[in-house]
């Protein structure tokens, strides 16, 4: 058979056409399926290890979709999530992106992921008691206990000053990474009384939510 024009313009389009559609494909599966991340750092270890690659399944509370792609810095992101087949549970494992890029408001940085195990839900009240991670009514032991021993065991003279502060750091609380909370963690339906110093822990998660 000959060759063409007609039939090497074809064979062409039918190339660039299954390229295109591997394209979308690909995106689609990254958004909707799954993705890959290669761990850096040692924070999850004994689980995770640095040098680990991993595969998040975006099947379980549904993929991230960005209402606009303008992602001008300062600007809120907008998103919505595809539908999913369960809620996020205590244990866990979550691949988020850090939620600030300045510390006095919730943010999220596009280029910044973090990889750490849920320890409190929605509805919980955690708190951290020399150096142990609990959750009232909550018997199990969370995350890596083992680090956590030995977190407990170090003096806090041994701890810098800045590590050993813990979120609030505003006057009228003396959290540490070894003491702090309690921490109640607000759930959907929640009518939560806000005073002069509760707001300290909540203010971000309202301007972030009400814009206000």
Request: overall charge positive.
């Amino acid at each position: 058979m000959p060759i063409t024009l007609k039939s090497i313009l074809r064979t062409i389009f039918h190339y660039f056409l299954f390229i295109v559609v591997t394209i979308v494909l690909a995106i689609l599966m990254r958004v909707f399926l799954f993705d890959s991340f290669k761990i850096p750092s040692p924070s999850m270890e004994l689980a995770i290890i640095p040098g680990d690659f991993i595969y998040v399944n975006k099947l379980a509370i549904g993929g991230r979709i960005y209402k606009s792609l303008d992602f001008e810095e300062g600007k809120k992101i907008e998103i919505c999530r595809a539908p999913g087949f369960c809620k996020v549970k205590r244990y866990d494992v979550l691949v988020f992106n850090f939620p600030y890029t300045d510390w006095n408001k919730l943010d999220f940085d596009l280029n910044v992921f973090y990889v750490k195990r849920c320890v409190a839900i929605p509805g919980d009240t955690f708190y951290i008691e020399n150096g142990i991670y609990k959750v009232k009514n909550c018997p199990d032991k969370l995350g890596c206990y083992e680090n956590q021993l030995e977190l407990s065991q170090r003096p806090d003279s041994c701890i810098k000053r800045d590590v050993l502060r813990s979120f609030p750091k505003v006057k009228g609380y003396k959290w540490t990474i070894k003491n702090m909370g309690p921490l109640y963690v607000p759930r959907k339906g929640d009518i939560l009384p806000i005073d002069a110093k509760n707001i300290h822990l909540y203010k971000n998660l309202i301007r972030y939510e009400t814009d206000k």
